[in-house]
């Protein structure tokens, strides 16, 4: 039986600890007058370990009872109780294209149902509402994403396969990651950058709940685990990811205050687009199909019938390596777009729009 997260720890530090009295000269075998009895050091690990266990235990406690479950039609998913007036956070795509569902929440025995309010797909969020506020609702504190740390603990509450109530535990594994969304997993596509990518385990079901730092804030909504290609597009074990707290937050006040989103900070070329091969059957580029009037690209130049190649210094693939390179981008923000256009190519400055 593999020891828990917590005692691997502590051997650890008790090892190191071991270390550095062996480089001070001290001996387990000397005479040492002020090393700590055998009692005292033995006593000191289960201590320590029954500390971090009361930690967990603690964050679990308050934060659990924030977390809900989500029935849309016959598919389920997690939400977080944003505030006090019912406004629960998800993701869009567990939300899907409906309107009305039914709440599970700790402080109810049976379902409450609860109102669409509204969805952002670019950046798979939704914000719905219950049309019946119940007694002990319990809003969850979010943290700060600038403060989220490679190494920390985190813990995943949710509903994975519709268990409700349920948490997995591990750490961030690193932040800032740009991921893209599989539609034929269940995603909106969205491509979504800044992630913290977590190696506490995402289950379907996990999507839309909390991701939970030890000081009980949610640091991340989980959305999606990665997939393994390999593996027939099976869930990667160990590798999952959350949207940032603070996106979260952005998103979830500009929807509760003004019903949409009004200011995504997402940059773009005003443009749709396609992805085209070479003659080897390769993606190539992005062919311009439409362009907005009076957008970013309008405004360089750039028409329908354009094949861009390159944005900045990432080359340009696929409509979603293009979308992959503007997330990292903010609107206002000036970078250079290469196209071909009859056989010739070009590089205009663009100043990016906002999608």
């Given at each position: ?139 969850a504190a979010f943290g700060d ?128 687009g396609r992805t085209v091969v ?38 340009i693939t696929t409509i979603t ?35």
């Amino acid at each position: 039986m593999n020891a828990s997260p917590a005692r691997r720890t502590l051997r650890t530090a008790a090892a190191f600890g071991c270390c550095l009295a062996l480089l001070s000269g001290c001996s387990a075998f000397g005479d040492d007058t002020n090393a700590d009895p055998p009692a005292v050091r033995a006593a000191a690990v289960p201590l320590a370990a029954a500390d971090l266990q009361d930690q967990y235990q603690k964050v679990i406690k308050n934060v659990l009872p924030s977390v809900v479950q989500i029935q849309a039609s016959g598919d389920l998913g997690s939400g977080v109780v944003y505030d006090g007036s019912g406004h629960i956070v998800t993701n869009a795509h567990v939300v899907g294209a409906e309107k009305k569902f039914r709440v599970t929440t700790a402080s109810t025995e049976e379902p409450l149902t609860a109102t669409l309010v509204y969805s952002y797909p670019q950046q798979d969020l939704a914000v719905i509402k219950l049309d019946k506020v119940p007694a002990g609702l319990k809003a969850a504190a979010f943290g700060d994403t600038d403060k989220v740390q490679v190494g920390q603990i985190t813990l995943a509450m949710g509903s994975p396969l519709g268990l409700s109530s349920s948490v997995t535990e591990g750490i961030v594994s690193a932040t800032g990651r740009t991921v893209s969304e599989n539609t034929a997993g269940g995603g909106t596509g969205a491509t979504i950058p800044n992630m913290v990518q977590t190696s506490a385990a995402i289950n379907p079901g996990n999507s839309g709940g909390a991701l939970v730092n030890l000081d009980g804030q949610v640091i991340g909504i989980p959305t999606l685990a990665a997939s393994d290609p390999n593996l027939g597009g099976s869930a990667a074990p160990g590798i999952g990811f959350a949207i940032p707290a603070s996106m979260v937050t952005t998103v979830a006040d500009q929807i509760i205050k003004q019903g949409r989103v009004t200011d995504s900070g997402r940059a773009a070329l005003g443009i749709t687009g396609r992805t085209v091969v070479d003659v080897n059957y390769q993606p190539a580029g992005v062919a311009v199909v439409t362009v907005k009037p009076g957008d970013a690209a309008d405004k360089a130049g750039i028409r329908p019938g354009d094949t861009i190649t390159k944005v900045g210094r990432d080359d340009i693939t696929t409509i979603t390596s293009l979308a992959e390179s503007l997330a990292s981008d903010r609107p206002g923000q000036k970078t250079t777009v290469t196209y071909s256009r009859d056989g010739v190519s070009r590089t205009v400055e663009v100043t990016l729009g906002e999608q």
